[in-house]
């Protein structure tokens, strides 16, 4: 089995001419793409519809090429877009599929290994609590086995889309009558997801989440999550990446966790790990060799760097979201090379406070 992956650079977020001139020519077969995540040049918010126009314009392409549904494209494979392309950053997308079959044997070399999954439908009063971070934990680990990742320390990223499902009447009633605040929010659903990845991969104790400390006690948190939500998704989308011994190709993944939104030496660590030592920035035949690029974003809510005062939260004209993400997108950019990278907010639980997880996808040297 084999992963593979490429990247198109988009002009709209309704640009599909790249993707679908590549099912045309045959060197994209569209029923084996297991997860397309990009970046759209929205807001971010709640209001960007950015999203949903990339999402309807690749479920016509499909349609046009499979004869699917978009019902049918959405359930089986992911469609991640993030909204927000502030300075340098790229709009792209990057199309991830599989081929091949599993290896009789282990080899050497581990190399890119990626499995897909969903949890069970959420119902609105189990968004941001204890059942999410079960479930989703539960499904991490069924992915791990699935791609044959041996250990933890071996999975990189994991991309999550929370579920938010909508609150019934009664639903809403019920929860205000036990005095339970409503959680069906993108906040509790990125906050609750993050923790299941944490549990399922041993970053985090499964005794210390509980209900009260999601969203509140941000000692927990996930070095490899990216997560996500989406309101009115009934169950969450959930994409593993890893490295195995059991996996064929020429892409592996590495991570780190930046302390700060100024952390240059931790993308500089996971370059090394992926044989691209730098002392600055990547050089262009480098470059070349970077497929994949992933981090979240936040602003510290402490108004400190390095115990300097910051005014991204304070300033009322542009969103501490943006802000982050563009410095955490140029701080990458300016490292590898390549704008085309994919920044999300905001990053409950992902890493500490006012930093983030970081990775990267690459071709390996062809001597190795």
């Given at each position: 089995?084999?992963?593979?992956?490429?990247?198109?650079?988009?002009?709209?977020?309704?640009?599909?001419?790249?993707?679908?001139?590549?099912?045309v020519a045959g060197t994209i077969p569209p029923r084996d793409i297991v997860a397309i995540i990009g970046k759209t040049e929205g807001n971010g918010g709640t209001n960007d519809f950015t999203r949903e126009l990339a999402t309807v314009a690749l479920a016509q392409v499909f349609a046009r090429h499979t004869g699917e549904t978009r019902a049918e494209i959405e359930d089986r494979l992911v469609l991640s877009f993030s909204g927000g392309t502030e300075g340098v950053t790229a709009p792209h997308m990057l199309v991830l599929w599989r081929s091949g079959e599993s290896l009789a044997s282990p080899r050497p070399e581990k190399r890119l290994a990626m499995a897909v999954g969903y949890t069970r439908a959420f119902s609105a009063t189990e968004t941001g609590r204890t059942a999410m971070v079960s479930e989703t934990a539960r499904v991490v680990g069924e992915l791990m086995r699935e791609a044959r990742i041996e250990a933890p320390e071996d999975v990189h990223l994991v991309q999550v889309k929370g579920a938010i499902p909508a609150f019934t009447p009664e639903e809403a009633d019920a929860a205000a009558a036990a005095g339970a605040p409503l959680r069906s929010d993108m906040v509790h659903s990125r906050g609750a997801s993050a923790l299941g990845v944490g549990v399922a991969l041993g970053e985090i104790d499964a005794g210390a989440v509980t209900?009260?400390?999601?969203?509140?006690?941000?000692?927990?948190?996930?070095?490899?999550?990216?997560?996500?939500?989406?309101?009115?998704?009934?169950?969450?989308?959930?994409?593993?990446?890893?490295?195995?011994?059991?996996?064929?190709?020429?892409?592996?993944?590495?991570h780190g966790v930046m302390q700060d939104i100024i952390d240059t030496p931790a993308i500089h660590g996971v370059?090394?790990?992926?044989?691209?030592?730098?002392?600055?920035?990547?050089?262009?035949?480098?470059?070349?060799?970077?497929?994949?690029?992933f981090a979240k974003s936040d602003a510290d809510y402490r108004h400190r760097i390095r115990g300097r005062r910051h005014t991204m939260i304070t300033d009322d004209d542009i969103s501490d979201m943006r802000y982050s993400r563009c410095v955490v997108a140029s701080l990458l950019a300016g490292v590898t090379g390549e704008t085309a990278v994919y920044v999300s907010t905001r990053a409950e639980h992902h890493g500490p406070p006012g930093g983030g997880p970081v990775a990267i996808i690459a071709r390996r040297d062809q001597g190795s």
């Open positions: 089995m084999q992963v593979h992956a490429q990247r198109f650079y988009t002009q709209s977020p309704a640009d599909v001419a790249g993707l679908e001139a590549a099912i209900d009260a400390a999601i969203c509140h006690d941000w000692s927990l948190h996930s070095g490899v999550a990216s997560t996500s939500a989406k309101p009115g998704l009934q169950r969450s989308e959930i994409v593993l990446f890893g490295n195995s011994r059991w996996w064929e190709g020429d892409l592996h993944i590495a370059l090394a790990e992926l044989g691209l030592p730098c002392e600055g920035q990547l050089t262009p035949d480098q470059t070349e060799r970077v497929l994949g690029i």
